[in-house]
C-alpha cells in the first residue's frame, strides 16, 4: 500500500502524527487510518521511505502529484491530483520526461 505527500516536516513527525490518528475521533481520521479501519490492512511504519528530495514548494507538489497519478495501490485521494490536468501526464511520458522531473 502507498501513500505520496509532499511536506517540509520531518519524516518522523508526520509518521508519529499518522500513527496517533487512528486513536482520534473518527471525524477527524486521516486517509491512511480510514484504510486501516475499512480494509484490516498496516502500514510498515519501520519501512516508509522518502521517494524524493525538492526544496521549491511548487516543485514539491507537481513530483508529488506525479508520484500519486503513479501509483497503483495508493489511499491518496484524486483531488490529490486535481491541480495538473491528465493529458499534461500523456506528453511528460511520451517524451520520457518523468524520469528527468524525478532527478
Known amino acids: 500500500m ?4 509532499q511536506s517540509k516536516r520531518q519524516l518522523q513527525t508526520s509518521v508519529k502524527e499518522y500513527m496517533n490518528n ?5 471525524s477527524k481520521h486521516s486517509v491512511i ?6 480494509h484490516n490492512h498496516s502500514f510498515d511504519w519501520e519501512n516508509i521511505k522518502i521517494l524524493d528530495i525538492k ?3 511548487y516543485k514539491r507538489l507537481i513530483i508529488e502529484m506525479i508520484y500519486i497519478k503513479e501509483q497503483k495501490n495508493g ?3 484524486i483531488k ?3 491541480l495538473i490536468n ?3 501526464f500523456d506528453i511528460l511520458k511520451k517524451h ?3 524520469k528527468e522531473i524525478k532527478r
Open 86 to 88: 491528465a493529458s499534461y
Open 2 to 5: 502507498h501513500h505520496t505527500e
Open 55 to 57: 526544496h521549491n514548494y
Open 75 to 77: 489511499t491518496n485521494c
Open 96 to 98: 520520457d520526461i518523468l
Open 33 to 38: 487510518s480510514e484504510h486501516i479501519l475499512e
Open 22 to 26: 487512528i486513536k482520534l475521533d473518527s
Open 80 to 82: 490529490d491530483i486535481e
